[in-house]
């Protein structure tokens, strides 16, 4: 089945830019998305990237995508302490409609 | 305004006790979830339906049952509770069609004593 691998923590300073990756083995996802989950809360959509495109950009947030390596990244410019939270990947299953769920990564943001 | 909803929030029973809960959503979407989320952050899941009368077990086995009687509606119920079923619980919606993405309730916090 698939499988989707993310590293478990991150730490920046504010104001620095933080990456987050996610690699990926089935390349048959037609949708690939990340999701932001702040302390006690469900998780929050923030973008997403058809398998089609090779980056996104939406405000301070950059999608990457590199089918051939099967690598997604999430870059957040001028990381704010307010963007600390667990960031999850997913990969959409066009067969089942069902999402496939990275570890998440904890990303700290240090004053 | 569009919403999904988990009831309740966080919730202490003692072991052997019934639970059920409560997931609504007013997004209209066909397609509903139920995950279970660990310590470790991971996400699980354990239950979904892709509309009325359908339910269907999900990647990880649940003692959990889910029934869904209403399009919006969409209950898990624990017969008889017991320590090893502390978790988070999370529901999520999303439609039939389009990019699949699913939108989110805060949460249950069980805590099973």
């Known amino acids: 089945g698939e499988d989707v691998e993310q590293s478990l923590f991150l730490s920046v300073r504010e104001g620095d830019s933080s990456v987050i990756n996610c690699t990926y083995t089935d390349s048959s996802s037609t949708y690939l998305y990340w999701y932001k989950q702040e302390p006690g809360a469900g998780l929050q959509l923030l973008t997403y990237i058809f398998s089609n495109m090779d980056m996104k950009q939406d405000q301070r947030l950059t999608v990457l995508l590199n089918k051939k390596d099967k690598h997604l990244s999430l870059r957040i410019a001028d990381t704010q302490t307010g963007d600390s939270a667990i960031y999850f990947c997913?990969?959409?299953?066009?067969?089942?409609?069902?999402?496939?769920f990275g570890q998440g990564t904890t990303l700290q943001v240090k004053p | 305004e569009a919403d999904i909803y988990q009831t309740p929030r966080y919730l202490v029973i003692g072991t052997g006790k019934k639970i059920t809960l409560e997931c609504s959503q007013t997004?209209?979407?066909?397609?509903m979830y139920w995950y279970q989320q660990d310590p470790g952050m991971e996400l699980h899941l354990i239950h979904y339906?892709?509309?009325?009368?359908?339910?269907e077990k999900g990647d990880l086995s649940s003692e959990s049952t889910v029934s869904r009687i209403r399009t919006e509606h969409f209950p898990l119920t624990l017969e008889s509770a017991r320590p090893s079923h502390t978790s988070q619980y999370l529901c999520a919606s999303s439609a039939m069609t389009g990019f699949y993405e699913q939108y989110f309730g805060p949460g249950t916090r069980l805590t099973v004593t």
């Open positions: 997913a990969l959409g299953s066009s067969n089942t409609g069902k999402l496939i």
């Open positions: 339906s892709y509309g009325v009368n359908s339910t």
């Open positions: 997004m209209g979407h066909d397609k």
